[in-house]
């Protein structure tokens, strides 16, 4: 199939890929516009992977502040070079952070960072409600694990799906922010502010 410039520069427009890159994966999947995204999609997830162990010194603070001043957030999102950093890419990236982080709330980056206490007050709150119902101890058990798996799912910031596209998770765009930039980049860290609540 004849690959014309048109199909390349709306493969680059959907996945930010480089121009050669969106012309290899059109090459590669005959013109196939969704193929072409799954490809260049797991290229970046090859990428991600490569790059995940290399040292983040570098990078960006970025700030939301919701109308009305009442809720506001940090947020710390690093990269290898000060030259990713102030990119726009990135920069987006880490505005769409904390906009997200603002509105759903997650208590941490990952699950390892869940504070205990919070981990067995829902824990002991599950068991009662199971218990309460009738279930016995084995069932009991069994329904914890899960509500367990969706209550962290939903408070680590990393798990949560992204306010602005649903289909994806905070994990998923990293990972994609990663193969476009070509270098490793965390998120180290956030603070929500809003007014009235501790």
Known sequence: MNITSQMVKDLRDKTSAGMMDCKKALTDTDGDMEKAVDLLRQKGLAVAAKRAGRATSEGVIETYIHAGSKLGVMVELDCETDFVAKTDAFRGFARDLAMHIAAANPVAVT????????????????????????????????????????????????????????????????????????????????????????
């Open 111 to 198: 699950r390892e960072e869940v504070p205990e206490y919070v981990i067995s007050r829902e824990r002991e709150i599950y068991i009662q409600q199971a218990l309460e119902s009738g279930k016995p101890q084995a069932i009991a058990e069994k329904m914890v694990t899960g509500k367990m798996e969706k209550f962290l799912a939903d408070i680590c910031l990393l798990e949560q799906r992204f306010v602005k596209d649903p289909e994806r998770s905070i994990q998923d765009m990293l990972t994609d922010i990663v193969g476009k930039m070509g270098e490793n980049v965390s998120i180290k860290r956030f603070a929500r502010f809003q007014v009235g609540v501790e």
